[in-house]
């Protein structure tokens, strides 16, 4: 059964260990809902290492997690070696700098760390003269 926890303030982790099911995404979105009204408030790990060859084009219901990946603040995503790669670097160009990582299983709680970790990219302006 796959699950989710809240390992930190606004840190979700999603741990699939088989394809998702509709109930799975209505259990995300019931875990996201406070944090709904302010995209990016949430930061998530999504381990996906049971994934193997093309089963993310296959898993619709995963096809909808990863199409809302760009609500969540940070995303690191866990997977068993280069599996999904193609995959995952696309969707790491799609979401902005410094808001997504790929982390091996063995990384795992650096995975953590950097979801934990909200991203706030630096705005620098430029002083009156």
Known sequence: MNQITEF???AFELVLKEPMKGGDIQHLEEHLAPYALDEGA???VIDI???RGNALAEDSQLGRLMDQLDKFGRVAVVSN???MGATLDA??????TGSFARFSTA???EARA?????YHPVIQTRAAE
């Open 91 to 96: 969707i790491h160009c799609l979401m902005p």
């Open 42 to 44: 949430a930061c998530a």
């Open 114 to 118: 950097f979801a934990a970790t909200l």
């Open 81 to 83: 070696g280069e599996e």
């Open 107 to 109: 990384e795992k709680s």
């Open 49 to 51: 290492s049971w994934l």
């Open 8 to 10: 930190a303030p606004h």
